[in-house]
């Protein structure tokens, strides 16, 4: 069985930082290209950053460009986002997303990031 499970999120102050996880299993993690969604209340989900599994090339939206990292673990089935100099419209449900091309996609349920002071 398929599953993908974000934690991490919570509650932070503008300016903070948060790291994200997202554990996967029931597929071979290391053949996917792995990606971030958020998406805020009222909007369209988006893609915040993505890495392939060979050479571990990134991708990231404008907007957290220098400010996101998005990394992961293919020994641990794990992908990680961390996160700094959060801004309030850095608030959203994140959403951790395996695809291949040839095999479809899996999503997670997503965990909330709420930046606020």
């Known amino acids: 069985q398929v599953q993908l499970v974000e934690s991490g999120g919570g509650l932070v102050q503008p300016g903070g930082s948060l790291r994200l996880s997202c554990a996967a299993s029931?597929?071979?993690?290391?053949?996917?290209?792995m990606r971030w969604y958020r998406q805020a209340p009222g909007k369209e989900r988006e893609l915040v950053a993505a890495i392939i599994s060979t050479y571990g090339s990134t991708n990231y939206a404008d907007s957290v460009k220098g400010r996101f990292t998005i990394s992961r673990d293919n020994a641990k089935n794990t992908l990680y986002l961390q996160m700094h100099n959060l801004k309030p419209e850095d608030t959203a449900v994140y959403y951790c997303?395996?695809?291949?091309?040839?095999?479809?996609?899996?999503w997670g349920k997503g965990t909330l990031v709420t930046v606020s002071s």
């Open positions: 997303n395996a695809f291949s091309r040839s095999r479809g996609e899996y």
């Open positions: 029931g597929f071979t993690f290391s053949n996917y290209v």
